[in-house]
């Protein structure tokens, strides 16, 4: 009885590190998950030689009028969130067309602790054009200002986040540097396109 004990107890270890292992597994479906797929290779489109995420979402029932009332009032509202610059605004409506304009300049964030506070400014503008059932959603111009109180750095996203530049050699991870950038601009564009989306279901 005492050697069965004593082999359980020498047991636990490995039983803790399968465990362990058929979480991961169980979470990402594959012992070879690598954290940083959505954000390699086609992940930032280039279109004519500039960086455009574009999306198309379907607003079924909705008016191009009723879809543009929606998208104006968001994008307004956008300007003036908490990490957004005074520059923020809509730079053009076209209540006739239906199509919208608008120029954002907001904090872009890598790392907030009580001891270190890492961010860029990051520009962008979206466009959005509005027919019957749908919104055509676009974002561009694409530039960065780093360490501007200190050591001011101006990245425009053709340079800095593109697959050549935002990853490594490899192709199979982010670049130390600017891969954190293509990091966090995929992400805010996530989020911006998940907002309209579910603005107009």
Known sequence: ???????????????????????????????????????LVGAVPVVDGKVLFETTIDAKGKSAKQIYDIALKYMTEMTKEDNQFE?????????????????????????????????????????????DGKANIKMTRIHYLYDEERNPQ???????????????K???????????FRRKTIDRKDYLFEKFNSLLK
Request: net charge positive.
């Open 154 to 168: 101006n990245y425009s996203a053709e340079e800095w986040i593109t697959d050549e530049y935002g990853l490594k």
């Open 87 to 131: 520059q923020s605004r809509i730079v053009y409506n076209d209540s006739v067309n239906y199509e919208i304009g608008g120029y954002y300049q907001e904090w872009l964030v890598f790392k907030s602790t009580a001891l270190v506070l890492d961010r860029t400014r990051m520009t962008y503008n979206l466009f959005v054009k509005c027919d």
């Open 170 to 180: 490899s192709k199979d991870k982010l670049s130390r540097v600017t891969g954190r």
């Open 1 to 39: 009885m005492r050697k069965i004990f004593i082999l359980i107890i020498s047991c636990l270890p490995l039983m803790a590190m399968a465990q362990n292992t058929w979480e991961k597994n169980s979470v990402t479906g594959n012992a070879n998950y690598n954290p940083d797929q959505k954000y």
